[in-house]
């Protein structure tokens, strides 16, 4: 599943400011983002891509594409899973918007009596002048992980990382061929980078609790008959056979 180009021309109009797009998405599958950038362009409104970091050693970048803004996730720099963080946020512009980056954006909610009420999303970290005297400082953690992702990426090298891209895409490639040979097929006939969709007629939960009990951490369930899954370069080619094995035990493959 990919973005619609014609429905997109369709949706955007002389009111629509920018359009966002995630690379891969949410699927796994890759979209035609310089296509999508030009069809954004023509109706005058700013491209937002979000990015893997990773996959970007190997796919042309948010400015081959066009785009005006970039943002991701920082996590696949160097950072462990720690059961949902702390990890970093990365959001980089043109040099014609580099300027209008705002230095806070303010959300608007809601209190616990229902009143109107505002928060502080983001601010940057020069707000905090004379920090020695603040009585808090919410954003250690992020300049932390940014430190993290520093040294990760100075470690790696442009060939490191290049080669960590190439295990990502190699692996989860050799991941769905095994699958396919286990019972499970391919939702989509579609490029993809590390993850990817099956189907198949054994239920999801069944092949995940099975992996589960071999200490595998399985997919994604989407439902009860496709599954989201991923691989690394972290993944050896015994535990991606084991998975495979486990999985056409319960398929009855």
Not at 85 to 100: E, H, I, N, V
Request: glycine content about 10%; charged content about 25%; proline content about 4%.
């Amino acid at each position: 599943m990919g973005m619609d180009e014609d429905a997109l021309r369709e949706l955007l109009d002389d009111t629509a400011s920018c359009f966002y797009v995630q690379q891969p998405n949410y699927y796994g599958n890759l979209e035609e983002c310089g296509l999508l950038g030009e069809i954004t362009h023509e109706k005058g409104a700013k491209y937002i891509m979000g990015c893997n970091p990773i996959s970007l050693d190997l796919l042309p970048t948010p400015a081959e594409c066009g785009a005006d803004i970039a943002v991701g996730d920082g996590q696949p720099l160097g950072m462990p899973l720690c059961f949902g963080g702390p990890y970093l946020g990365f959001m980089t512009a043109t040099s014609a918007m580099g300027r209008k980056l705002p230095g806070r954006i303010v959300g608007e909610t809601r209190d616990v009596d229902g009143k109107r009420a505002y928060v502080l999303t983001l601010q940057a970290r020069e707000q905090h002048i004379r920090r020695e005297k603040a009585s808090s400082n919410v954003c250690s953690n992020q300049a932390l992980c940014a430190l993290t992702a520093s040294v990760y990426m100075a470690a790696m090298g442009g060939e490191g990382l290049r080669k960590t891209a190439v295990l990502c895409t190699s692996k989860a490639h050799y991941l769905k061929e095994q699958l396919e040979q286990a019972g499970l097929t391919a939702r989509y006939d579609r490029e993809f980078f590390h993850e990817f969709v099956t189907e198949g007629d054994t239920d999801s939960g069944l092949i995940l609790k099975a992996l589960e009990e071999k200490g595998i951490l399985g997919g994604l369930p989407l439902n009860d008959r496709e599954i989201l899954w991923c691989a690394t370069e972290q993944n050896r080619k015994e535990d991606i056979d084991q998975a495979a094995q486990i999985v056409k035990e319960v398929c009855g493959e």
